[in-house]
């Protein structure tokens, strides 16, 4: 079936919206929603009425957990939209909807300014080249100061900030904008909840203070694209006689090409500037043609090639989220990258070389769904049916066969033991346990062999408490936990070479492998871990060497000083001997591991601990209290820098196992007036005393 008029791939737009927790970011999101039509009703984060947070948890807490989607039509455009959080236990949810989207808003707020998880969701944002525009929010409350966030854009975030608004009054008195392309005073109406307003002329009090900021606006746009003379030439001599649409197609292009962040204005909870948010969507960001092309390569090799953009090309789509829906069951997000998706039809897995059938496809509004029977190039789809696809796979035809980028995901930092309160939980336990983990790649769950107990591994305190309630509600859990432990890594800081041999003769057939290592610290930390084989005439038979292989890798999973895994090794096999009757695969594997276990020990292993980037916000008259009681934690403070008012902003770097319970004690310390954020950094060497102590455990 041909795609519909209403959905023409010019016309779509896959955006997110992103920010610091608090700043308006949800309620931004259902002021979009009911603007177009979607909403019959304003749902308000503080009554817990919030569309996009639509699980319980969210509900109760004010916080976006997952990255719930939605499509609305606003003009000619059909916008796709994938809410996502703001709190940094979540941040792989950030980072998920940030791989498929083509551009982002990026939501301030106007007293705050640029808060260090709008850092944090900038700088990834970066990372996949994604093109922002900034709706900088809640400019009716006090202190609001649109010029102060614009500026915090600039200096923390290295942004090119250019505003096309400019408040017309601020607080109390906020009435509207007055738009710098047009000229024109937009001033809302209360009494129609934002959904009218007047355009007048400019107040004459602002008349020259916007005809300086659209001439700075003017001059940015001639100097980004300074192909266009005409446009240019405009500029220079007769900026009047620029039409709208040519100022449109300037701006469109500087965001296009991540060289330009337009900065809006307005206050989403008193239902003003979200239209004009939504007109600069459509007007500005980029449509699936638009894009970087997407990367994939041939089945099978690493010859890379680019997806193109259509319906009629084979089908490229990438699955970006699983999850577990009350009442369809599983459900598979996934962005259509190239060709169309069908319902009933039978599709591979290629990056589990699996095949899939569609037994329905849904379009999804936070977490309303209707059917559809088809999808295609640029949208994002909710799939039932798909039994082995989790986050991250490639889905393609059969007759075409391709493999997308890989998403790459985070380790886990903390970790705690987890047991069914009765037999009945028991099974209960081990099914919500599964769906939980196949939903979130940094969510781990594995058994410790020597006291038989489940752990379950995440991000933060908060991204396990969310999924422990997520438990009791949707599966009916009842499950107590341990204390929230670290989890540690090990690594090497000397050379070492081991030279195994495994010989076992038990009557019969016997085992007989040798090998040799060759073990150093990885010169390149960023590849991690590296097994290289480097064996010459056949002194090992070619078809052990991956038995070799995986054999140091198996091991390395588990370090010589107290079993956590090993880090940023470079290990190389060199040599070896087989026997022609007693060798087989399994003896060369567990030879390996023998291996890498010996050269460990002779390498002077080391214990790593995570170390988090915290920043506390705190009133100056606490402040000496809240930069002592981090030094005591063995934190190292970086630097403070000063806020509105007699706010600080202390950043700091402390050890993960000094961080627990760390809110309470804050909100004790400040009674109650400081916050903080927290997010994984690096791995440190762990001081040898406290080394000693956790070996000896």
């Known amino acids: ?44 984060v503080h009554d817990g009425a919030a569309t996009m947070d639509w699980m319980e948890q969210e509900q109760e807490r004010g916080i976006t957990i997952t990255s719930a989607a939605t499509t609305i039509y606003w003009g000619e455009s059909k916008i796709n939209i994938i809410d996502t959080p703001g709190h940094v236990d979540f941040t792989i949810e950030v980072e998920r909807s940030l791989r498929v989207l083509d551009g982002s808003v990026a939501v301030f707020c106007s007293v705050s300014g640029v808060e260090p998880q709008s850092e944090t969701v900038w700088n990834q944002a970066d990372r996949y080249n994604v093109p922002r525009i900034a709706f900088v929010n809640k400019m009716d409350r006090t202190g609001a100061d649109f010029f102060t966030a614009v500026e915090t854009m600039r200096e923390k975030l290295g942004a090119n900030a250019i505003p096309v608004h400019c408040p017309i009054g601020a607080e109390g008195d906020f009435l509207g904008m007055v738009d710098l392309l047009t000229m024109k005073a937009l001033v809302f109406k209360d009494e129609t909840m934002g959904s009218e307003w007047d355009e007048t002329d400019i107040p004459a009090d602002l008349k020259d203070k916007c005809q300086v900021m659209r001439q700075a606006l003017l001059d940015e746009l001639a100097t980004i694209d300074d192909s266009n003379d005409e446009f240019m030439m405009k500029v220079l001599e007769d900026p009047d006689s620029l039409t709208i649409d ?86 598979t997000f996934v962005r259509i990258y190239s060709g169309t998706l069908k319902k009933g039809t039978t599709l591979l897995n290629s990056s589990k070389d699996k095949k899939e059938r569609i037994s329905r496809l849904l379009e999804m509004h936070a977490n309303n769904r209707k059917d559809r ?53 028991q099974e209960k336990l081990a099914v919500a346990l599964g769906a939980l983990s196949e939903e979130d790649p940094t969510f781990r769950v594995s058994s410790d062999e020597e006291t038989g107990q489940t752990i379950i591994a995440g991000m933060g305190e908060l991204h396990l408490d969310v999924l422990r309630d997520r438990m009791f509600r949707e599966f009916g859990v009842e499950a107590s936990v341990g204390k929230p432990q670290v989890s540690y890594r090990e690594t090497i800081t000397t050379n070492a070479k081991a030279d195994t041999k495994l010989v076992k003769q038990t009557g019969g057939r016997g085992q007989y492998a040798h090998v040799v290592l060759e073990v150093k610290p990885q010169p390149d930390e960023e590849k991690g871990n590296e097994v290289v084989n480097k064996i010459v005439g056949g002194v090992i038979p070619r078809e052990y060497i991956s038995a070799v292989l995986k054999g140091v890798e198996e091991g390395l999973t588990t370090g010589v000083l107290a079993g956590y895994p090993v880090i940023n090794v470079y290990a190389e096999v060199v040599f070896g001997s ?61 630097g403070q820098e000063s806020r509105k008012g007699s706010t600080q902003l202390i950043n700091s770097e402390v050890p993960l196992s000094e961080m627990f319970g ?36």
Not at 307 to 316: H, M, Q
Not at 381 to 393: N, P, R, V, Y
């Open 662 to 697: 760390y809110s309470t004690h804050l909100r004790s310390l400040s009674s109650g007036r400081a916050a903080y954020s927290m997010e994984p950094c690096h791995f440190e060497k762990v001081p040898q005393k406290i080394q000693d102590e956790i070996v000896n455990k």
């Open 373 to 425: 029977d088809e999808f295609y190039t640029g949208d994002i789809a909710a799939c039932i049916g798909l039994k082995h696809t989790s986050t991250g796979d490639t889905l393609c035809s059969l007759d075409q066969q391709l493999l997308l980028e890989k998403m790459d995901f985070p380790e886990p930092v903390i970790s705690m033991a987890i047991e069914p309160k009765s037999k009945p939980d």
């Open 1 to 44: 079936m041909p795609r519909p008029d209403t959905d023409k791939l010019e016309n779509v737009r896959n955006i997110g919206i992103m920010a610091h927790i608090d700043a308006g970011k949800t309620t931004t999101t259902e002021r979009i929603l009911y603007y177009a039509g979607r909403s019959h009703k304003i749902g308000e």
């Open 246 to 331: 040519e100022l449109n197609a300037a701006v469109r292009k500087g965001v296009i090409e991540n060289k330009f962040n337009p900065v809006l204005c307005g206050s989403a909870f008193k239902n003003k500037g979200v239209q004009q948010l939504l007109d600069a969507v459509t007007n500005w960001m980029p449509s699936p043609l638009d894009r970087n092309k997407t990367k994939a390569f041939k089945e099978g090799s690493d010859e890379e090639f680019t997806v193109n953009p259509s319906d009629d090309e084979p089908l490229a789509a990438l699955a970006f989220k699983v999850m577990t829906d009350p009442y369809v069951g599983r459900l």
């Open 578 to 638: 087989y026997h022609d009757v007693d060798s087989n695969e399994m003896a060369f594997k567990n030879c390996a591991i023998m291996a890498i276990k010996e050269a460990l020990k002779k390498c002077a292993p080391v214990l790593l601990e995570p170390i988090m980037k915290v920043n506390v916000t705190t009133p100056e008259a606490h402040m000496g209290d809240v930069m002592g009681d981090l030094s005591r934690r063995r934190g190292r403070i970086l």
